[in-house]
């Protein structure tokens, strides 16, 4: 089965094709792997906080809820 597409137009599909992936390319950023390690830290980090702020949270509903009964 032949498939009838004007020349012109196959270009511009290729055309298309690879100016989408460049744009997909372009948008990750590369980074060292010294960035890559502090950016670790600083997401472990931020975990470990959360997870205080939220232990802290919970004792203090519980203390609430204590009292409201």
């Known amino acids: 089965m032949e498939i009838k597409n004007p020349y012109k137009t196959v270009i511009c599909w290729v055309g298309d094709y690879h100016k989408k992936q460049k744009l997909?390319?372009?948008e990750f950023e590369y980074i060292t792997p010294r960035e890559h390690k502090n950016r670790e830290k600083e997401?472990?980090?931020?975990?470990?906080?959360?997870e205080e702020e939220n232990a802290i949270l919970k004792k203090?509903?519980?203390?609430?809820?204590?009292?409201?009964?």
């Open 43 to 50: 997401l472990l980090d931020q975990i470990k906080d959360l």
């Open 24 to 26: 997909e390319v372009s």
């Open 60 to 69: 203090a509903v519980s203390i609430f809820m204590r009292n409201k009964e």
